[in-house]
């Protein structure tokens, strides 16, 4: 019985000791700060996301990608590991950093998204031009009124866009043939 006691007391000293020992890690000397820490989560997720295309046009300009962001952000490895684990354990600053990180990477996907919508608008609004300016070439060689050649452009221009947008992948239905179908 008394030796059940003293193990009992044994097992609790060494459990209260040992949790004591894990307050968590120390602050690093060469903590890196938290503007910075986003700044190079952010630059992790997107060469991690890069396709292995993109991945493989980096190498071949000659930036090595497992020690880019070290020397971009004049880090070691060691100092991130250091640091990282320590806003790991203090779980506010981490979720408060991810959380920042997490907006930035949503706002850059919706500024290449616009940029994205912008360039497409640019280039279809090109394509609508020179196709204005070929059918008004062809129209000139024909001997037609002004206002029969407008509304010939503005037809064809018509159907070229309603055939974009089918391409495009909207809910147009397809035009039906009278021939053949009998």
Same mark, same amino acid.
């Given at each position: 019985?008394?030796?059940?006691?003293?193990?009992?007391?044994?097992?609790?000293?060494?459990?209260?000791?040992?949790?004591?020992?894990?307050?968590?890690?120390?602050?690093?000397?060469?903590?890196?700060?938290?503007?910075?820490?986003?700044?190079?989560?952010?630059?992790?997720?997107?060469?991690?996301?890069?396709? *292995?295309?993109?991945?493989?046009?980096?190498?071949?300009?000659?930036?090595?990608?497992?020690?880019?962001?070290?020397? @971009?952000?004049?880090?070691?490895?060691?100092?991130?590991?250091?640091?990282?684990?320590?806003?790991?354990?203090?779980?506010?600053?981490?979720?408060?950093?991810?959380?920042?990180?997490?907006?930035?990477?949503?706002?850059?996907?919706?500024?290449? @998204?616009?940029?994205?919508?912008?360039?497409?608008?640019?280039?279809?609004?090109?394509?609508?031009?020179?196709?204005?300016?070929?059918?008004?070439?062809?129209?000139? *060689?024909?001997?037609?009124?002004?206002?029969?050649? @407008?509304?010939?452009?503005?037809?064809?221009?018509?159907?070229? /866009? *309603?055939?974009?947008?089918?391409?495009?992948? /909207?809910?147009?239905?397809?035009?039906?043939?009278?021939?053949?179908?009998?």
């Amino acid at each position: 019985m008394i030796l059940k006691r003293f193990i009992s007391y044994i097992s609790i000293v060494l459990t209260l000791v040992a949790c004591n020992r894990f307050n968590g890690p120390e602050k690093p000397d060469n903590l890196i700060p938290k503007e910075k820490m986003i700044d190079i989560l952010i630059d992790d997720k997107l060469i991690s996301s890069a396709s *292995t295309v993109n991945k493989m046009i980096l190498k071949n300009s000659g930036i090595d990608l497992d020690t880019y962001i070290f020397t @971009k952000y004049n880090i070691d490895s060691l100092q991130f590991v250091l640091s990282n684990n320590y806003y790991a354990f203090h779980i506010k600053d981490y979720e408060e950093i991810y959380n920042k990180v997490e907006d930035s990477l949503e706002m850059l996907k919706t500024k290449y @998204k616009d940029l994205e919508a912008q360039e497409w608008k640019e280039k279809t609004k090109r394509e609508e031009d020179s196709l204005k300016a070929a059918l008004a070439k062809e129209l000139d *060689t024909l001997s037609l009124k002004d206002s029969l050649k @407008k509304e010939i452009i503005k037809d064809s221009l018509d159907k070229t /866009t *309603t055939f974009k947008k089918f391409e495009a992948g /909207t809910n147009l239905i397809p035009p039906v043939s009278d021939t053949g179908h009998q």
